[in-house]
């Protein structure tokens, strides 16, 4: 099947910086990326669609200023977390559906864990 | 999207059939029902989707009631692998581009030796 991958896979960073974590898609075009967030025991929560070319669009209650999502090209997308806290460690996800005729799966990266300290 | 409705937690014995339920009562007639697995601390899986017929792939097969509102995915023979938290998600289909996947708790399936 087709490959998401990201980067990094883990980042422990302290409070006040900023971090970037990378969304690919290694074998086939997304003109549409979508970013989860996961806390321990809990299911993922959607952030935000990254869509390329335009403007990402968030979930109600997600800061936009704070998460950053910038889709340059057809299978990179980014997230930027400004100005972390530690309530914003997590496990970040991101999906994408391909641009293939009849295709109904979506590809998950395998995740990134970020700590805050 | 249809809200759905899953068990949280299930045990299966190792070699066993996996039966794991979902209701989606308000389901349309355009939404299909997908199912994820997410083992832990990896990203999701995808398993199987249907819209109306049963479907069976290598992974697993999926049965939905006539009436559309609910279904049972099927895990034939599970092993210590199939160890996961399983997501049922109605929504409708992607044609091209497959839509956003709002996750419910999903079932945590515990396959026991």
């Known amino acids: 099947g087709a490959v998401v991958s990201q980067h990094p896979s883990w980042v422990i960073c302290k409070s006040g910086t900023s971090v970037k974590i990378e969304c690919r898609s290694l074998?086939?075009?997304?003109?549409?990326m979508f970013w989860y967030r996961q806390f321990p025991k809990q299911s993922l929560m959607l952030m935000a669609t990254?869509?390329?070319?335009?403007?990402?669009?968030?979930e109600q209650g997600v800061e936009k200023d704070k998460f950053l999502i910038n889709h340059a090209s057809l299978t990179l997308s980014t997230l930027t977390v400004t100005s972390a806290h530690p309530e914003d460690s997590s496990f970040y996800i991101c999906?994408?559906?391909?641009?293939?005729?009849?295709?109904?799966?979506?590809?998950f990266g395998p995740g990134t864990r970020l700590t805050v300290t | 999207d249809a809200k759905t409705t899953q068990p949280t937690s299930m045990d299966c014995a190792e070699g066993r059939a996996a039966n794991l339920p979902c209701n989606h009562s308000?389901?349309?007639?355009?939404?299909?029902v997908y199912w994820y697995r997410q083992i832990h601390s990896q990203g999701p899986q995808y398993i199987i989707h249907?819209?109306?017929n049963n479907e069976t792939n290598e992974m697993a097969s999926l049965i939905i009631t006539e009436d559309r509102k609910s279904s049972t995915l099927i895990l034939p023979h599970a092993t210590l692998r199939d160890t996961a938290v399983y997501y049922c998600?109605?929504?409708?289909?992607?044609?091209?581009?497959?839509?956003?996947?709002?996750f419910g708790q999903g079932t945590e399936l515990s396959v026991k030796p």
């Open positions: 999906s994408a559906p391909p641009v293939l005729a009849g295709s109904y799966e979506q590809y």
């Open positions: 249907g819209l109306k």
């Open positions: 990254s869509n390329e070319g335009s403007k990402a669009t968030y």
């Open positions: 074998d086939f075009q997304a003109t549409t």
């Open positions: 998600i109605v929504r409708v289909g992607g044609g091209n581009q497959g839509g956003k996947l709002i």
């Open positions: 308000t389901i349309s007639g355009n939404e299909y």
